[in-house]
Nanobody, 125 residues
Framework: QLQASGGGLVQAGGSLRLSCTAS????????VAWFRQAPGKEREGVSC????????TYADSVKGRFTISRDNAKNTMYLQMNSLKPEDTAVYYC????????????????????WGQGTLVTVSS
């Protein structure tokens, strides 16, 4: 139901834009999010957008560098990643849920029912 794309190899300081296309009506999602998982580490929340919220939520590690957005007309969400660092290397997953979560649940991977297949981002030093 979710298809992620846009990963690749980039040098430190570079940029990538990830996309995630939904097969259904993206406007129905109460929350969409990006997560990532580095080798040997747990999946962590990167950024999320809840419907009817004041704005996106970002993990401290990506604030000021990453920007999440959603285009309901295109059933697509994006993650613009700038000033990439080697520690950003991971498989990135998009996720969505219909019920609007509470704020503290927005970056909790256990809160999401629908997941994309993941796209690998590798940042070389």
């Amino acid at each position: 139901q979710l298809q992620a794309s846009g990963g690749g190899l980039v040098q430190a300081g570079g940029s990538l834009r990830l996309s995630c296309t939904a097969s259904g009506f993206a406007s129905d999602y109460g929350s969409v999010a990006w997560f990532r998982q580095a080798p040997g580490k747990e999946r962590e929340g990167v950024s999320c957008i809840r419907s009817f919220s004041n704005g996106p939520t970002y993990a401290d590690s990506v604030k000021g560098r990453f920007t999440i957005s959603r285009d309901n007309a295109k059933n697509t969400m994006y993650l613009q990643m700038n000033s990439l660092k080697p520690e950003d290397t991971a498989v990135y997953y998009c996720a969505a849920r219909f019920a609007r979560p509470l704020a503290y649940m927005c970056l909790d991977p256990g809160s999401y029912s629908y997941w994309g297949q993941g796209t690998l981002v590798t940042v070389s030093s």
